[in-house]
């Protein structure tokens, strides 16, 4: 009796307990749960304040000149340009803003190219049929193909522009001579990887574009076998410069994988390399040129003491 | 005047590319020589003005105590970035909408395309097989067009006009490159697109492109003028012209140099003043063999058993 007893009232104790702390709980959902929605819908008001965003953006946004700096020097992609800079160099007559523009050609290059690739197979059988497909069947695919030429067509007028805007402001001068040969390389590059992309539809206009191109290649002093001087260093038609060039001695299935390879990812990475040396130079070297206060002629010959000499 | 002949070449989509950079290369040019005039202007004022020199900010564009010498990049340059990358976007949506991608019919070794044209920024050279063996055309030109854009910073010793648009104080540099930019390279591209017809034969604009065209023309070489028959007085006299040319060209050249440019002159070293002079000698002997050519019909200047120039 006794035990039973001591059992029943635990029980009863139990259940008492579970009883109130269930009342407890709902009380909480009652009492808690809005105070926490308020507390959560304030904090959205200000998004700015809550952990994933500091997280992102590691400063505040409010309209002053540090956090303006800031803006620029702590996003990865923005962290080339200074935080100032004159405020005459942000002229478009001065700049005409080409190295600019080429750059972004080519980011828009490579995102039209890697869509490209997806219905593209560098091979005799299929290259041709999978431009006729991606012109008639894909979605947009043609749109894709007119933007990736276009683009690369402009690219190759930027460039060029952007060189003649440098030579005649006469910013490869000291201290940017090294910068300006990391140019010439890229513009180099930039005709290559065109000229690449032109064999890769596998149409006539190609095919005799790279056949006119690569038979200067035959001609190559010493190392073409109808350049001067080539024959006597026994070169063939099989074993010459444009051998190696076309991975044949014709323009065939393995010219078109070369062209393909090198146009794809042997070039845009080395003109990738090369683009990281020429923006970090712009930076090392001073920034851009100018525009820069005018030397008379009589100062040539003196050392330059700089843009306060001039009263500026 | 065969207008829909015109028309063909200037619409070819490939071709559009240079039809579209003559007026840029217009348009710039202009924008550079209106900058270069403003600074002219300004270096002469200021040169007979040795008080106002002192005080001047010495740039074209009005500067005045209490404005800001530096700006934000954000968003002063920012939004300039972001407005070109928009407007660059829409040309390209535009121009790939309404104008396709050319696309021939599939690779035929076997039908050779008449004329077969490198594509259009490599025309230049192409057109330049007329005039030179591919040797020189297609290996030797491009490694001098290269090499030569890489020493120019290391042969102009001229101070003046780094940074900001000028002709006055640079007439040689700035000259010389627009004669190797807009004569040799874009007026080149020009003429081996919208010139160069079937067979490489010379048309001109609105000229029916005609495949039948024959011309009957003889070239000569230069030694057979002089009725130079054995190939190894050919190959001396060759090279006494072309060595005749760099010599005789040289000294000229120096003669107007050291007239026209003595600072630059006297401030560069012999290694440099040599790489100049064979530079432009080279440069100027394009046209030069050019003229020969399509004047004279003269083919070879020079012959030998390896290479003929």
Redesign the interface.
């Given at each position: 009796m006794a035990d039973e007893n001591r059992k029943n009232g635990d029980e009863v104790g139990v259940l008492e307990r579970v009883k109130s702390g269930i009342k407890d709980d709902m009380q909480s959902l009652k009492t808690d749960l809005p105070a926490k929605a308020k507390e959560q819908l304030d904090g959205l008001k200000d998004p700015t304040k809550t952990q994933v965003y500091t997280s992102i953006f590691r400063h505040k946004h409010d309209d002053t000149p540090r956090n303006r700096a800031l803006g620029v020097l702590s996003n990865v992609f923005l962290h080339l340009h200074p935080a100032k800079i004159n405020r005459d160099s942000v002229r478009y007559s001065y700049t005409w803003g080409m190295g600019g523009i080429t750059f972004y050609l080519f980011i828009v290059l490579t995102f039209t190219g890697v869509l490209l690739m997806f219905y593209y197979h560098p091979s005799k059988v299929q290259a041709f049929r999978d431009v006729l497909y991606l012109e008639h069947d894909v979605p947009f695919g043609k749109l894709l193909r007119n933007m990736h030429r276009w683009a690369a067509h402009l690219m190759v007028i930027g460039v060029w522009l952007h060189m003649f805007r440098v030579f005649l402001t006469g910013s490869y001068k000291k201290p940017r001579e090294f910068n300006w040969n990391v140019g010439v390389i890229l513009l180099v590059l930039t005709l290559l990887l065109s000229f690449t992309g032109y064999l890769l539809p596998d149409d006539q206009l190609g095919f005799w574009a790279v056949t006119v191109g690569t038979n200067m290649a035959r001609a190559t002093p010493l190392l073409g076998h109808e350049g001067p001087l080539g024959a006597q260093l026994g070169m063939t038609p099989y074993n010459d410069v444009r051998f190696g060039l076309l991975g044949g001695s014709i323009v065939d299935a393995n010219a078109l994988l070369r062209s393909y390879i090198w146009h794809c990812i042997g070039i845009p990475i080395v003109a990738s390399i090369f683009m990281i040396v020429h923006f970090w130079r712009v930076r090392k070297d001073g920034g851009i040129s100018g525009p820069a206060p005018v030397m008379l002629a009589a100062e040539a010959d003196k050392p330059r003491r700089g843009p306060k000499a001039a009263g500026e | 005047m065969d207008w829909r002949q015109l028309w063909d070449i200037m619409s070819a989509p490939?071709n559009v590319?240079i039809v579209?950079?003559i007026p840029?290369?217009g348009f710039?040019i202009y924008?550079?020589w209106?900058?270069?005039k403003a600074?002219d202007d300004?270096?002469v004022e200021?040169?007979g003005d040795a008080a106002l020199?002192?005080?001047?900010?010495?740039?074209s564009?009005p500067?005045r105590p209490g404005?800001?010498?530096?700006?934000?990049?954000?968003?002063?340059?920012?939004r300039?970035?972001f407005l070109?990358?928009i407007i660059?976007?829409i040309?390209?949506?535009v121009?790939?909408?309404t104008?396709?991608?050319?696309?021939?019919?599939?690779?035929?070794?076997n039908?050779?395309?008449n004329p077969?044209?490198?594509?259009?920024?490599?025309l230049g050279?192409?057109e330049m097989?007329v005039y030179f063996?591919?040797?020189i055309?297609?290996?030797?030109m491009p490694t001098l067009i290269?090499v030569g854009?890489?020493v120019?910073?290391?042969v102009?010793t001229?101070?003046?006009?780094?940074?900001?648009?000028?002709w006055k104080?640079?007439k040689f540099?700035?000259g010389t490159?627009l004669f190797g930019?807009i004569i040799l390279w874009v007026a080149m591209i020009i003429i081996g697109t919208f010139i160069r017809g079937p067979g490489w034969q010379w048309f001109w604009p609105g000229q029916t492109w005609d495949h039948n065209r024959l011309i009957y023309e003889v070239n000569i070489d230069l030694p057979d003028i002089f009725g130079i028959t054995s190939n190894l007085a050919k190959a001396i006299f060759g090279a006494i012209v072309v060595g005749g040319y760099y010599l005789v060209g040289g000294f000229i050249v120096h003669a107007l140099f050291r007239r026209y440019n003595p600072?630059d002159y006297q401030?560069m070293s012999l290694l440099q003043y040599s790489i100049v002079m064979v530079f432009l000698l080279t440069m100027v002997a394009l046209p030069a063999k050019m003229m020969l050519r399509l004047l004279w019909h003269i083919k070879y200047v020079w012959i030998t058993p390896?290479?003929n120039i």
């Open positions: - | 490939d590319p579209g950079l840029l290369l710039y924008l550079a209106k900058q270069a600074n300004l270096v200021l040169e020199a002192k005080t001047h900010h010495r740039k564009w500067f404005w800001a010498k530096e700006v934000h990049v954000w968003p002063f340059l920012l300039i970035e070109a990358a660059v976007t040309i390209l949506m121009w790939s909408i104008l396709n991608a050319p696309l021939e019919e599939p690779a035929n070794p039908l050779t395309m077969a044209k490198a594509p259009w920024y490599f050279l192409q097989l063996d591919p040797w055309a297609g290996v030797v290269i854009l890489m120019i910073p290391y102009d001229n101070p003046l006009g780094s940074g900001y648009y000028t104080q640079r540099a700035i490159f930019f600072k401030r390896w290479f």
